[in-house]
């Protein structure tokens, strides 16, 4: 996504919406986050966040739901995006708009996971030692989510937190094989149709030796239908965690 253009049209939205006082009335949180439930067009995610913006820009006092999507956004735009720097700056952007909505609702699970999740790929793009506090930060997000809505995201707190314990390296001093098998066990658990749950679940019976069970889970991806983008994706990197077992 060209942020340069994503400004233009943000001020363009920002002229319609204050010289139209009803504008408004058909902006609608709940339609915008059904909207980015099913959305996998980076073009379409960004017309979401412009609304958001707009939305946003007109309240004296925002909304933290409005806040809450709107890092939301952010991070799938940061997702998407292939340029390093561009990445950097929308997952930071997800954060402070993430922070803004808890200063609103502290304890609002949305932002907490939003912010969570921009933080892990803040860490993946910085690398290293100066990755842990922002990995450390994440999982408390991570554990806070999960215990306030579970379910959200499919298990998505139960996911990412799992897979972060399964993959960190013994000098970070935060990874646990066997209680990342656990979270895994337990994103499956709640939703068991999400293809990535089921990966990332057979990759923790890798690393823990359970090859059998592995194979099991690999093997539900590999018959199961591809319904987005993203599971034609969770089946590729299926393919080639069986190749390796």
Do not use: C
Not at 210 to 222: P, Q
């Amino acid at each position: 996504m060209n942020l340069k253009t994503t400004t233009a049209a943000f001020f363009l939205l920002a002229l319609f919406v204050f010289g139209h006082g009803t504008a408004f009335a058909a902006f609608s949180v709940k339609d915008t986050a059904a909207a980015l439930d099913r959305e996998e067009n980076p073009s379409r995610v960004a017309d979401q966040a412009i609304r958001l913006e707009a939305y946003i820009a007109g309240q004296q006092n925002p909304p933290a739901d409005a806040l809450s999507q709107l890092a939301r956004a952010y991070y799938l735009l940061g997702e998407a995006n292939k340029d390093k720097k561009k990445r950097a700056v929308l997952f930071d952007k997800s954060v402070n708009t993430a922070d803004r909505a808890l200063k609103a609702a502290p304890g609002d699970y949305i932002a907490t996971y939003w912010r969570a999740m921009s933080l892990l790929q803040k860490a993946d793009l910085t690398g290293g030692f100066a990755a842990l506090g922002f990995v450390k930060d994440a999982l408390k997000n991570l554990e806070a989510v999960s215990k306030k809505d579970p379910a959200y995201d499919s298990a998505g707190a139960f996911r990412s937190w799992g897979k972060v314990l399964i993959e960190a390296p013994g000098w970070a001093f935060i990874g646990d094989k066997k209680k990342g098998l656990e979270l895994l066990l337990k994103a499956k658990k709640i939703a068991p149709g999400l293809l990535v749950n089921r990966l990332y679940l057979a990759q923790a019976y890798k690393v823990n030796g359970m090859r059998g069970e592995a194979v099991k889970e690999l093997e539900y991806i590999s018959a199961a239908p591809a319904k987005t983008k993203d599971d034609l994706e969770t089946k590729e990197e299926a393919r080639k965690l069986q190749k390796s077992l």
